[in-house]
């Protein structure tokens, strides 16, 4: 990788070219992106926009502009600020879908493994683990005080004798605490064979390998099990 | 600020003679399913009269058969895992009124939260674990009912570029072989929250106490409403039918006041991602955009809600809030754990309002539930599974 | 003996198409569905007209009286085409009225079926009906027409009004993908109407693009440097209830302030127009073709809009498509001047 003076990576033109086509090769882009003249509906209902340098109007117009260097520039920080909520999608009056922009070009972040893409994910690593290796995405043992301090003290009544808390629940799936609910192994492992088909795995691998390895393990253990 | 309250409080119940259109130039993918299936290119979970089914009428005055019995539980990671009330109180009125169903183990996460928030998945990916799960289903002969709206919306996504996608279909069939499944789609992709609004007069029946002094704020989720609008239920008698009526319906049903605040449509902040990794953000937008105008613009003694993400995001925020002199507060719950509440359900061992981290005791204490006595049965009942004690649960699984 | 020339639709395409043939001594026969003559305008009690803000009974008053008072028109009004039928160059018409039912064979036909109002009640997002004091335009313009120029929640003055442009226009979720054409000009007509009625009021109007097209532009020149009109580039996005029993419009001003939360007294939704559901029942009916967007359609959009597909069936006005009263008028005359002919031409 070239660097400027200011120790900004320098991407040639022809990369930048390549991603956004791999954008528009996706099947739902030419869904996602229509016309767009500006009218500013979907920033003007956009949650982000409040809070954030986001704004789907751009997202679109950026799209529309054909210009790689334009689509390259949010391919960092940019996409990340979406809540995914999809209030763009539901009220744009030429049917375009900003949210669902975002999502393809997420995907090429991860799948191509860009730093920034790996910076973001670091702290959602403990979500992957979950979802990938036994089909959940949150456990009660991860409602700890320590993780979220800023819960407030009550987030403390949940790691205090949880197992017994979760017994309590009148749902047999519920009785455990180091998932939400208890997935039986067997279904585990077609959710293995999922992920290994769709290339999930793959897409871990590439933005954590330590984590992918952690994974694999746990994958290995139940499937031997 | 009474006249203020007075004209919010008008809304919710407004009724209209308004015409839905089905303008919008989409395909009705009902139909293209049903092509489909008669093609022999998808099996298709139908609703069928055991199931018991009710309509209601959607975005366009399409009419959405919503079955009520015979159901499989899909159940929400962020629910199960956070606020197991929610799913709990779901099936404390399935018995109550007498409806079969089965929760089991053979169920995976929808892994759409860690999509929305990650991108690490495709639609590939997505879809045949929606398949997955709704074969499961079908294998058992009973139909899906999800309690997540992330769930609810990106299934309703699966389906529709499934129905619009050979390359698709034929991917995930490949991947359904290896798993020795099927692909199966659901003749409707329905939300728990549509079923208790199908269902809302029969459950405002089972009503314990008197709500009529309890102003409600609705906060309605996003990927119920504005993903695939036109597969959401809206109503002529709730809010004149310009917004969608589920969680109001069933608030207005069991005598409760709705009231209206200036942010309705707003997200909760949830963000996916920003929950964990950019946590201000969701601070800042639960106290700025949701409970501060919720609490000074509509008085609201509790915040009903529809969907995971929202309850937590919405509840577990408000704390912090204090440090920034924000001082609203207001009781977060979903609208079937507020009607299981004023249904006489047990606030500890139903309800389970314990875990939630904002106060819901003046809640309790205005409804007129006696709090303190399911506290001390609750921890009697803790000390005797702490003893071995069996837990008397609502299902058991099939032996 | 004269010809007889039917014209379907008593609004101002329609009215003069009828008063010109008469001139010339046609026997006319108006079929209207109403129980009066003058179209959309007098239904919705149009006050003034654009450009020249005169009033709109000059106009729409001037076409009434001139085809009630001429022998050579028979009115039918409250009135229907029940059949219809070719006959070699003619046409066998039976219309129903609430004074009974006759065939009569026409040489020509002239059809100025007109438009609708598009219903904001029909686009969830407008709030129409929830909210009291959000009204489209011809509520409005009704209002304005007898005198009223407050909200309908208190019956007090506004402080402030939004007006929203291209509702039920250029919008694909109503299966609306056209511009309406006369709404902007409409929508700076009514903030000058209003401003001159408060000048103390506040109006703003938000707008995708500003469609003043021609001398119309005169307008908002007006609504600008002499009323301190102010004209926003961005669409609302939502409208939800504000403080002060108020309505906030919530969009982005693309161009300036970024996100904007604004709470208003009143908002008047510049609803556009539609082909209605009498296009259609035309087409039906009369054979004649329909177009994607649900107006009748011409032979020739450029080169004989007023010609339908079918020869001796004649279009006017808004039938085919969004136009001002100016326009319709123009129409009216091409139409009958070659309805003359045909019925000339083919009169044996």
């Not at chain 2, 879809?127 to 609810?152: I, S």
């Not at chain 2, 904002?358 to 921890?379: A, F, H, M, N, V």
């Not at chain 3, 309406?180 to 693009?209: G, N, W």
């Not at chain 3, 307008?219 to 209830?241: C, F, N, P």
Request: charged share 25%.
């Amino acid at each position: 990788m070239e660097y400027d003076e200011n120790g900004v990576s320098i991407v040639p033109f022809e990369f930048k070219k390549e991603i956004f086509e791999e954008a528009k090769k996706d099947f739902r882009y030419e869904e996602y992106v229509r016309g767009c003249l500006n009218c500013g509906v979907c920033t003007g209902g956009c949650p982000p926009h409040r809070f954030f340098d986001f704004s789907p109007r751009i997202v679109l117009q950026k799209c529309k502009s054909n210009d790689p260097a334009l689509v390259w520039e949010m391919m960092d920080e940019y996409i990340w600020a979406c809540f995914q909520c999809f209030t763009c999608a539901m009220i744009c009056p030429f049917l375009n879908s900003p949210g669902g922009v975002i999502a393809i070009l997420r995907e090429i972040a991860v799948r191509r493994g860009f730093e920034s893409a790996k910076r973001v994910l670091k702290p959602y690593s403990r979500v992957l683990l979950k979802l990938t290796a036994y089909g959940n995405q949150l456990s009660p043992d991860m409602i700890q005080p320590d993780f979220f301090p800023d819960w407030g003290p009550h987030i403390g009544y949940a790691s205090q004798d949880l197992p017994l808390k979760r017994k309590a629940i009148p749902m047999p799936t519920l009785q455990v605490t180091n998932l939400a609910w208890d997935v039986a192994p067997e279904t585990m492992k077609e959710l293995y064979t999922i992920f290994d088909e769709a290339g999930v795995f793959k897409i871990i691998e590439v933005v954590d390998p330590s984590l992918y390895e952690i994974i694999m393990d746990i994958i290995d253990d139940v499937r031997s099990s | 600020m009474a006249v203020e309250i007075k004209n919010r409080l008008d809304l919710a119940a407004k009724s209209s003679d308004y015409m839905h259109i089905a303008g919008r130039k989409i395909e009705n993918i009902h139909e293209e399913l049903l092509e489909l299936e008669a093609k022999g290119e998808v099996k298709v979970i139908h609703i069928k009269d055991e199931n018991k089914p009710l309509y209601a009428e959607t975005l366009f005055g399409w009419k959405k058969k919503i079955p009520t019995n015979k159901l499989w539980h899909h159940k929400s990671c962020g629910q199960c895992g956070n606020i197991p009330g929610y799913p709990v109180s779901v099936l404390w009125f399935m018995n109550k009124l007498g409806l079969e169903y089965i929760d089991e183990r053979n169920q995976t996460s929808c892994t759409a939260w860690n999509y929305h928030g990650s991108g690490t998945s495709n639609p590939v990916g997505l879809a045949a674990v929606a398949v997955r799960n709704w074969h499961r289903a079908y294998e058992l002969g009973l139909f899906p009912l999800f309690h997540c709206a992330t769930t609810f919306g990106d299934y309703k996504e699966m389906r529709n570029l499934l129905v619009e996608n050979k390359e698709l279909r034929d991917e995930v069939k490949k991947i359904m072989n290896k798993i020795g499944r099927e692909l199966v789609i659901p003749e409707e992709i329905v939300h728990y929250s549509e079923w208790v609004h199908v269902l809302r007069f029969e459950i405002a029946k089972l009503k314990k106490y008197d709500l009529s002094d309890v102003i409600v704020t609705v906060h309605p989720a996003c990927h119920c409403y504005k993903m695939i609008p036109e597969d959401c239920i809206y109503d002529k008698e709730i809010y004149a039918g310009k917004r969608t009526a589920v969680s109001t319906g069933i608030a207005l049903a069991l005598g409760a006041k709705v009231a209206d605040y200036s942010t309705w449509y707003d997200c909760c902040g949830f963000g996916f991602r920003h929950i964990l990794t950019e946590r201000e953000a969701s601070r800042s937008f639960v106290m700025d955009r949701k409970i501060r105008p919720m609490v000074r613009e509509a008085n609201s003694d509790v915040c009903i809600t529809q969907d995971t993400g929202c309850t937590t995001t919405l509840d577990k925020n408000q704390w912090i809030g204090k440090a920034m002199g924000y001082t609203e507060q207001v009781p977060v719950m979903s609208d079937v754990m507020f009607a299981a509440l004023a249904c006489g359900a047990d606030v500890f061992k139903i309800v389970q309002l314990q875990w939630h981290t904002t106060d819901w005791r003046p809640l309790c204490e205005k409804i007129g539930i006696d709090w303190k006595k399911s506290e001390e049965e609750y921890k009697a009942y803790l000390e005797e599974l702490r003893a071995g004690g069996k837990t008397v649960n609502l299902y058991e699984y099939p032996s | 003996m004269p010809e007889n020339i039917l014209v379907i639709g008593g609004g101002p395409a329609g009215l003069h198409a009828a008063n010109e043939l008469a001139e010339l001594g046609v026997s006319v026969s108006l079929v209207e569905r109403d129980a009066f003559i003058g179209g959309n305008p007098k239904k919705f009690k149009y006050k003034f007209l654009f450009p020249d803000l005169q009033p709109a009974e000059n106009v729409i008053g001037e076409l009434i009286k001139k085809a009630e008072s001429n022998k050579n028109i028979r009115i039918y009004y409250s009135s229907e085409v029940t059949d219809f039928k070719e006959n070699g160059k003619k046409f066998d018409v039976t219309i129903k009225s609430p004074k009974g039912t006759e065939t009569k064979t026409f040489n020509s036909v002239i059809v100025a079926t007109g438009f609708e109002h598009f219903d904001p009640a029909t686009d969830s997002k407008y709030s129409y009906q929830l909210f009291d004091d959000v009204i489209d335009i011809k509520d409005l313009e009704k209002m304005m027409g007898e005198g009223n120029f407050n909200r309908p929640s208190n019956g007090k003055p506004p402080r402030n009004v939004a007006i929203i442009l291209c509702v039920g226009s250029r919008d694909r979720h109503v299966g609306n993908q056209y511009c309406s054409r006369v709404c902007c000009t409409v929508s700076v007509k009514q903030a000058i109407e209003l401003k001159e009625h408060f000048p103390e009021m506040e109006v703003y109007i938000f707008y995708m693009d500003i469609r003043t097209y021609g001398f119309y532009e005169d307008l908002y020149w007006k609504a600008m440097e002499e009323h301190d009109v102010q004209i926003v580039k961005g669409r609302v996005a939502e409208i939800t209830s504000g403080p002060d029993n108020t309505v906030i419009c919530k969009g982005e001003d693309t161009l300036l302030r970024g996100p904007f939360e604004i709470p208003f007294d009143m908002v008047v939704l510049a609803s556009g127009m539609e082909g209605g559901p009498q296009s259609p029942e035309m087409s039906k009916k009369l054979g004649i073709e329909l177009d994607e967007h649900g107006f009748l359609k011409p032979a020739n959009i450029t080169l004989s809009p007023f010609k339908s597909n079918k020869d001796g069936i004649f279009l006017a006005g808004a039938c085919t498509g969004p136009k001002a009263i100016v326009d319709a008028i123009v129409e009216g005359g091409a139409a009958a001047m070659n309805a003359y002919i045909y019925a000339k031409k083919n009169a044996q």
